[in-house]
């Protein structure tokens, strides 16, 4: 009879232990819900003085009745990235158009120095003989900046420096623009940069030159990463 009492104790204190590992303590849950992955946006303005409200500019440096000895520009253009992530300013598509816009009638000093003044065949020269220096005008002031030990501190396009960093003063023809610069100029979004340009007609040139136009164009890219 003992042993069937012990035997029946052993029997009760297993299912008293099997009965804790059933019956867990307090515990509690939460969900999470609504996960969602959106692709960000690279969107890019360009703005000038004269602004018609589009993304695209035309006409942002005009410059009318140039002669040999003239200097000037500082026009700028205004790009902002207004989509949500951070993207990298790069130039493509530069082209440089020339045309001779001889008038028989007015211009025959023109003829004087240039052979052939025909838009199909000689072009134009202003192309082959403007100087011009395009860079990343950081403060938008139109002035090349360097601080008060001579050091360079924003980026160049055109001419390409070495160290790339716009010097005062360097300038490159116009008509040896390259077609395209990988510049991997970082560009936060919300925020805004400046391409300036400063143009110089040399006091050497000759009557070739009188009546002609140089149209420069180009595209900015945003991209997502540098290149």
């Given at each position: 009879m ?5 035997s ?19 515990y ?13 946006t ?9 602004d ?12 009318n009745?140039i002669v040999p000895?003239d200097?000037g520009?500082g026009?700028r ?5 207004t ?7 790069d ?9 001779e816009n ?15 003044t ?8 202003m192309?082959?003989n403007?100087?011009v ?7 938008n ?16 396009i ?16 116009l ?22 340009l ?7 040139t000759?009557?070739g ?13 945003l ?5």
């Amino acid at each position: 009879m003992k042993r069937v009492i012990i035997s029946l104790m052993t029997i009760a204190m297993v299912t008293t232990i099997m009965g804790v590992g059933i019956y867990a303590a307090f515990y509690d849950t939460e969900t999470s819900s609504q996960n969602t992955f959106t692709a960000g946006t690279l969107n890019l303005n360009l703005t000038d003085a004269s602004d018609d409200g589009t993304e695209s500019e035309t006409a942002t440096w005009v410059f009318n009745a140039i002669v040999p000895g003239d200097s000037g520009g500082g026009a700028r253009l205004t790009i902002s990235n207004t989509g949500s992530i951070d993207g990298y300013l790069d130039l493509s598509n530069i082209t440089v158009t020339n045309a001779e816009n001889y008038d028989v009638n007015t211009d025959e000093a023109e003829a004087t120095d240039d052979a052939d003044t025909s838009d199909a065949t000689g072009g134009g020269e202003m192309g082959a003989n403007l100087l011009v220096q395009i860079w990343i005008d950081t403060d938008n002031d139109g002035t090349v900046d360097v601080d008060g030990f001579g050091n360079l501190l924003e980026e160049s396009i055109y001419p390409a420096a070495a160290i790339g960093l716009a010097d005062p003063g360097v300038t490159g023809v116009l008509d040896s623009i390259s077609a395209s610069y990988d510049l991997d100029e970082l560009l936060n979004n919300g925020v805004s940069t400046y391409i300036a340009l400063l143009y110089d007609l040399p006091s050497s040139t000759d009557n070739g030159v009188q009546g002609d136009s140089a149209t420069l164009a180009f595209t900015v890219e945003l991209d997502q990463s540098a290149d």
